[in-house]
């Protein structure tokens, strides 16, 4: 994405992510209050992984388009 201007961030529990060549990466668990402040700053949210907790997802829905939705990964 970074050629094409977008800039991407990661949040990744566990140390040294391979996301870190292509992206910004926050160290952090998925539900971290600061994670998810940084992650509702961003124009979309995009989950990959289906061990996100879905409480998180649908809190972050409230600021920012989250895809799939909480509900799908319920």
Request: proline residues 12%; hydrophobic residues 50%; contains cysteine.
């Amino acid at each position: 994405a970074r050629p094409l201007g977008v800039d991407c961030l990661v949040v990744e529990p566990a140390a040294h992510s391979p996301s870190a060549c292509v992206a910004e990466v926050l160290p952090l668990p998925y539900d971290h209050p600061d994670a998810l402040a940084a992650l509702a700053g961003c124009d979309a949210v995009t989950v990959e992984l289906e061990e996100v907790p879905v409480d998180a997802l649908a809190r972050l829905s409230d600021a920012v388009p989250v895809r799939p939705a909480a509900s799908v990964i319920a």
